[in-house]
């Protein structure tokens, strides 16, 4: 199975939106591009909201036969493990193997040496094509890397086996993610995790490591552009030596977490992929959901209210909200307002401050993050907030397109559209 050279990640809370999200990848697809669809629900998500993996099928299912669309799409079992995997199993045709809870775990000696061993090679100077330096590689470095990916690495070939007795060898895509850590993996650790993978006989389509800087939930990318950007087009020359050297499936590309929203980092990633003419994956998801609420305030009336409502109660429970997106939000107290002062809001107050049009003057990302580790806020209210989710579904609509085509797909594909 292949995905393509460039997919998005959309998918959503409520799984109300397919048609919404799918119709911007068309319009994105008419001029020119072949996005791939691909609707992702972590297991989390799923919990808080509580659907499941099979609402994620039907609503991609449903949106395709709306809107004719002819190309492939798929169904990601976001971030999930050994514990969780087994539900998706009929519904799901991608898996995000998540390992990062087994990154820097201990493994035995014995393991560490054979793999430095199998590694022998590339001690040295180590020239990868396209990267200006050589990268200096010492046992110690290979030890160290060793320690601490091994056994997420072998978690990950677990999963795989467990899937392709499952579903049958071929008949899904493989992602392995290791983005939900604190630290950023380099693009040397990249490149011999890539190894361990192929080693244990994992063929990875794509990649989610962890890069430098915060990837806040909901807003922009924050940290050294720079860095970022070398960073970015070091992995990407990393993956391209390693499917060759180690003899990963030639598709393997890069994966984005927590994707959406990073409009800085866009055009970089834009300019770098088509310089090495190389696919891309980007998980945004999470932005829909906020596109919801900003529809209902449009709204007005019962819309508005219910708006009003989820923030207070986004507002009272924050510390609770956040606590699980703790290394993903970035929130200043201060700097948010009070539940009287939203409850004075007009329409067009609340949707400025929440949308994502950073030099909008009403724009406050510190209400726009934890609104958006809120939704469990509105799962709670049950059928009082998908109700309006329905009755306001033309408006709603419009801005989840909107957004996925204006704000992410044309910044994401700026060389193209
Ligand atoms: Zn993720």
């Not at 409520?14 to 939106?17: A, H, I, K, P």
């Not at 579903?167 to 008949?171: A, I, L, P, T």
């Not at 927590?258 to 990073?262: I, L, M, R, T, V």
């Given at each position: 199975m292949k995905l393509g050279k460039y997919s998005i990640g959309v998918g959503d809370r409520?799984?109300?939106?397919g048609k919404a999200q799918l119709s911007a990848i068309m319009k994105a697809n008419k001029k020119g591009l072949n996005i791939t669809p691909v609707w992702n629900k972590s297991n989390r998500e799923h919990n808080y909201v509580g659907t499941s993996p099979d609402d994620t099928r039907k609503e991609a299912d449903e949106a395709v036969k709306a809107l004719n669309y002819e190309g492939i799409y798929f169904v990601d079992a976001d971030h999930i493990n050994m514990d969780t995997v087994s539900k998706y199993v009929e519904t799901?045709?991608?898996?995000?193997?998540?390992?990062?809870?087994?990154?820097?775990k201990e493994t035995s000696k014995e393991h560490v040496e054979s793999f430095v061993e199998s590694c022998k090679k590339y001690i040295g100077q180590l020239q990868i094509p396209g990267i200006e330096y050589p990268i200096n590689i010492t046992k110690k470095l290979l030890q160290e890397i060793a320690g601490k990916f091994l056994v997420a690495s072998q978690q990950a070939s677990e999963i795989y086996a467990y899937l392709k007795k499952e579903?049958?060898?071929?008949?899904f895509i493989t992602e392995v993610s290791m983005?939900?850590?604190?630290s950023p993996q380099t693009p040397v650790e990249l490149l011999f995790i890539l190894k361990m993978l192929a080693d244990k006989g994992v063929p990875a389509q794509t990649i989610a490591p962890k890069f430098t800087g915060r990837f806040n939930k909901g807003v922009d990318y924050s940290g050294d552009l720079e860095q970022f950007a070398k960073e970015f087009e070091e992995d990407i020359l990393v993956i391209d030596f390693a499917v060759k050297e180690f003899g990963l499936p030639d598709d393997l590309k890069l994966s984005i977490h927590?994707?959406?929203?990073?409009f800085s980092i866009y055009p970089i990633m834009s300019e770098i992929i088509a310089k090495h003419d190389k696919g891309l994956h980007v998980k945004t998801a999470g932005t829909t959901w906020l596109e919801e609420v900003i529809g209902l305030a449009v709204a007005g009336g019962d819309g508005l209210t219910i708006a009003k409502k989820i923030y207070k109660n986004s507002y009272i429970r924050r510390e609770e909200l956040c606590a699980p997106y703790a290394d993903v939000v970035d929130i200043d107290p201060a700097d948010l307002p009070s539940v009287e002062e939203v409850n004075g809001w007009s329409s067009d107050k609340f949707a400025n401050t929440l949308r994502h049009i950073p030099d909008h003057p009403d724009y406050n990302p510190n209400f726009r993050q934890l609104i958006h580790v809120a939704y469990s806020v509105a799962a709670q209210m049950g059928d009082e907030y998908t109700d309006l989710l329905i009755k306001h579904a033309d408006l709603i609509g419009s801005f989840v397109e909107e957004n996925i085509y204006e704000r992410h797909l044309k910044k994401l594909f700026s060389i193209w559209l």
């Open positions: 409520f799984t109300l939106q799901s045709d991608f898996f995000t193997l998540d390992v990062a809870s087994f990154i820097g579903k049958g060898e071929g008949y983005d939900e850590v604190e927590s994707g959406s929203d990073k």
